[in-house]
């Protein structure tokens, strides 16, 4: 067990001097962060899967492109999205560690039995369960990052946090496509969904609980409980909140559109393999992605020092330059269309770190999984949801010749949106106020 019982962090009663002057950081908080980011992982890893194998199952289950749109975009997220809301409450008065080894485990669970799915309903039931399940881990995992580092370290830490999503896209596309190739896709979702089961055990018992607010020094805040009516007005009447929540999901829209279906335009426009498609995506939005979230992290906190509002200008910095590079992958060689295809991923790793750390500054203690839960609703739904949604959509509206059709001009067009976001951003980082 990680935790040592004369560490005076873990105290579970909320004193108001300690909270005045909080102690200096442990090498236990390093270690929980480690760990948060492996259980973030698990649940990237899971929804790439899907993404690198929707070609053999759609062969084999007989499911269109809107279809598997709905899996990967709207529908999954919208189930996510909502159900982060019950589960976000739960997690501003109950324990947050407890929830969220117990929602590992159950989305693992339902990964390794997506191998038994035999239609496209039993399928969906299989992945909206899972995104369920998801939707109890960042709002309790953020909640739990802003009581072990301090403001001006949360950057960092969010972005260590979010190299889950690099190594879960990589460990999805590699990992998924090698065994599809090898073993077959069902196979592929039971050896890689059984592991996760076993690791919230291990979570369950090493990641233990933090005083609430004791880096903020809200110690009159730290035992205040919100009302839904209470929570959903400060939310409303907070406009750099939703500028915030906007921006990010109308951004996100605009690149998930790119990210999730570029594999399958690789696999069906040059006649690529999963597993070269796999290694190809794994490492441009895995690995590539790690030294994106972690590098734009370390720079926000230290510009941030000069202004608190360059956690949002390096998001809205980042924004500009992936939308143009996205239009041109599509219009290069496909050596040039990969050299684009590293630098749109260097950018989109950028800017989800930065954004959560301006979210928390603006959040007291007992809101904060709640207000973590609100950004990732909007972030879900128009940015996961939509994105893909509408893209899926519009390439079969499209149609065209060729095995991708319209996949590349649908892609090309979601990029529109990334101009909302990069507006609503603008206005954020002008109204901008810490907490």
């Not at 191998?115 to 998801?134: E, N």
């Not at 101009?419 to 901008?432: C, K």
Request: overall charge positive; some cysteine.
């Amino acid at each position: 067990m990680l935790k040592q019982a004369t560490d005076p962090t873990l105290s579970p009663v909320p004193d108001s001097a300690a909270l005045a002057a909080p102690p200096p950081q442990t090498f236990y908080a390093w270690l929980v962060l480690v760990q948060l980011m492996l259980v973030y992982s698990f649940s990237w890893m899971d929804r790439f899967l899907l993404v690198i194998l929707i070609d053999p199952i759609s062969k084999d289950l007989h499911v269109s492109n809107t279809q598997i749109g709905l899996l990967t975009g709207f529908g999954a997220s919208l189930l996510y999205s909502l159900a982060g809301f019950p589960i976000a409450r739960m997690a501003d008065r109950k324990s947050r560690s407890t929830i969220i080894s117990s929602v590992l485990g159950l989305w693992s669970g339902l990964t390794a039995a997506t191998a038994l799915a035999g239609s496209f309903l039993t399928l969906a039931a299989t992945r909206f369960g899972i995104a369920i399940a998801s939707a109890g881990c960042s709002p309790a995992a953020y909640s739990l990052i802003s009581d072990y580092f301090p403001a001006r370290r949360r950057g960092t830490a969010i972005a260590i946090y979010s190299l889950g999503i690099s190594i879960g896209t990589w460990a999805g596309l590699s990992l998924g496509g090698f065994a599809a190739d090898s073993l077959g896709w069902r196979t592929a979702f039971l050896i890689l969904g059984l592991p996760g089961v076993a690791f919230a055990l291990f979570t369950a018992f090493a990641v233990k609980e933090p005083v609430r607010g004791r880096y903020d020094g809200h110690a009159d805040e730290t035992d205040r409980h919100y009302s839904a009516a209470a929570a959903a007005s400060f939310f409303l009447r907070n406009r750099t909140f939703l500028a915030i929540a906007f921006g990010f999901g109308f951004i996100s829209c605009a690149t998930s559109a790119f990210e999730n279906w570029i594999p399958t335009y690789l696999i069906r426009a040059h006649h690529l393999s999963a597993t070269e498609v796999g290694t190809v995506s794994g490492l441009f939005q895995g690995l590539t992605g790690i030294f994106g979230a972690l590098g734009f992290g370390i720079l926000a906190d230290r510009l941030a020092r000069r202004s608190p509002r360059w956690y949002l200008w390096i998001p809205l910095i980042c924004a500009l330059v992936a939308g143009p590079l996205i239009v041109l992958f599509f219009q290069l060689p496909k050596t040039g269309s990969y050299v684009c295809y590293f630098l749109i991923e260097l950018c989109v790793s950028g800017y989800s770190a930065p954004l959560f750390a301006a979210g928390q500054m603006l959040l007291p203690p007992r809101l904060r999984a709640l207000g973590m839960a609100t950004i990732l609703f909007v972030l879900n739904v128009v940015g996961q949801g939509l994105g893909p949604f509408l893209t899926g959509l519009a390439s079969d509206l499209i149609g065209g010749s060729g095995g991708a059709g319209g996949l590349g001009p649908a892609i090309m067009l979601m990029q529109a949106v990334g101009l909302l976001g990069a507006a609503a951003l603008v206005y954020a980082g002008r109204t901008f106020r810490k907490v």
